[in-house]
């Protein structure tokens, strides 16, 4: 009967990272969405869609992705809470937010 309860409860503790990540498309010189609010734990695809070259660039993570061309893409989890503002590096009035908390 332990050990039942014990699967049962860990079956229903929330996963440590989403069951499916987050996509934010590159478009039109812009993110979409441009603010995003996520859990610890997320990850995010960033698709280039727009027919330039496109980076993504967060300052607060060290991260600055390699150029993407058309349908390329670039993946980052978001693990602490936080703000992590971002920007296109070639682009920098591209900008975009992503909210993490609980």
């Given at each position: ?31 979409k969405p ?69």
């Amino acid at each position: 009967m332990r050990r039942l309860l014990l699967a049962l409860a860990l079956l229903a503790a929330p996963p440590a990272f989403a069951d499916e990540p987050t996509t934010v498309i590159i478009d039109n010189f812009a993110f979409k969405p441009n603010v995003i609010s996520v859990k610890p734990g997320t990850h995010i695809i960033f698709k280039n869609q727009d027919d330039l070259p496109h980076s993504v660039v967060i300052p607060d993570m060290k991260v600055k992705s390699p150029l993407m061309d058309t349908d390329g893409t670039y993946d980052a989890d978001f693990e602490k809470p936080g703000e992590y503002k971002y920007f296109c590096g070639i682009h920098p009035m591209m900008t975009g937010k992503v909210i993490v908390a609980e």
